[in-house]
């Protein structure tokens, strides 16, 4: 035989697949996918990445608390025209309703061909940030203040209530964090971050120190003040659920506190009452600003003379006809569900409740 023969096979074989790898790039799966999103923009992305990190090339970012490893379901996008083929990964975090509109969790769906999507506008104003510590302060034994100044862009644009996402080195771990801190004060933000020893970030919250470079996703969450009304305003918190309050009352104090404000604060013991005295100085300045801290255990040496025992029946207590207010609430999900019924028996409208459930991990 021909020495030549296997040289020409071998060739004709590496053409093909070399066509047919430009082939796949043009026209297959690997080619340039368009995703119209909201109807208006359109971007061009490779096919067969997951839709999450197609967005994200492109500088748009939807809210994550797992960095795509499918355990916070908040990725969510409405897929037009879906065939409604739904993972079993995106099954658990997804109501039937959510199933029946095409909503999908972006971490698990894959770019394969032109999609049309619908993800809140706002999520086109969240950006990455690259940020410095500023401030690392303790609040309680097991809750710390981070202040980070915005380095680029400069400031953030974000509504008194909102969360940020902030990115941890190495471990591709993502944790969202309420906003405390006051929108006016646009080049810094802070979070109160609660060290859990189970979380991946509790170590590197805790190994922050003042100049650290630190970069964060935001703004995001539907959970914010509506400053255009004019009802009063009820706010209720228990442990690092002050946050996004915090971020509320300074934004309130910052315009003049013009509306008549309650605000309960449930912690167990003294220690845990954080920025107390902060507060009963706010309401001594603002006469139709009530705080209302109450403790489920104080302690002996707390020498506490103020309310004493669950947060709801202090609610219940302290509360009158609510048909014209509305509530901010943010805690667990089991004090948020209680909080409400008690907002119920006294008449809010579902409308005027507003609530964060912060997640337990
Ligand atoms: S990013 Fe957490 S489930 Fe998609």
């Not at 995106?90 to 095409?102: A, I, N, Q, T, V």
Request: proline residues 4%; contains cysteine.
């Amino acid at each position: 035989m021909n020495i030549y023969v296997p040289i020409i096979l071998v060739s004709i074989l590496v053409f093909i697949a070399l066509l047919l790898i430009l082939a796949d790039k043009l026209f297959g799966i690997g080619g340039e996918k368009v995703i119209t999103i909201n109807d208006e923009t359109k971007i061009t992305v490779r096919g067969g990445i997951t839709l999450r990190n197609a967005l994200a090339q492109h500088k748009i970012f939807l809210p994550s608390a797992c960095g795509g490893k499918t355990t916070c379901g908040y990725c969510k996008f409405r897929l037009i025209d879906d065939s409604g083929l739904i993972k079993p990964t995106e099954e658990p975090f997804l109501s039937d309703e959510e199933k029946r509109k095409g909503i999908h969790l972006s971490c698990q769906f894959r770019v394969r061909e032109n999609i049309k999507i619908e993800i809140p506008n706002e999520y086109l104003n969240a950006q990455e940030y690259k940020t410095e510590v500023e401030l690392m302060k303790d609040l309680t034994c097991n809750a710390k203040l981070v202040r980070l100044k915005l380095i680029d862009p400069k400031t953030m644009n974000f509504k008194p209530g909102q969360y940020a996402e902030l990115k941890v080195p190495g471990i591709e771990v993502i944790r969202a964090y309420s906003i405390a801190s006051n929108p006016k004060e646009a080049n810094h933000i802070e979070f109160i971050v609660r060290l859990e020893p189970k979380a991946k970030s509790t170590g590197y919250v805790k190994s922050l120190k003042m100049g650290d470079k630190v970069h964060v996703i935001g703004p995001f969450g539907h959970f914010y003040l509506k400053e255009d009304s004019k009802k009063d305003i009820i706010c209720i918190a228990s442990g690092s659920g002050k946050a996004p309050i915090c971020s509320i009352l300074y934004y309130l104090k910052d315009t003049g506190m013009k509306r008549n404000v309650k605000f309960f604060y449930d912690a167990v013991s003294k220690a845990d009452l954080y920025y107390n005295d902060e507060f009963i100085e706010l309401a001594k300045q603002y006469p139709n600003f009530k705080y209302i801290p109450s403790l489920s255990s104080p302690l002996k040496e707390d020498e506490w003379k103020g309310e004493v025992g669950q947060i709801t029946d202090v609610l219940n207590k302290k509360t009158d006809d609510l048909t014209e207010t509305e509530a901010y609430i943010c805690g667990s999900p089991d004090m948020v569900n209680d909080c409400v019924n008690i907002l119920n028996d006294h008449k809010i409208q579902k409308e005027n409740v507003f609530s964060d459930k912060l997640s337990q991990d």
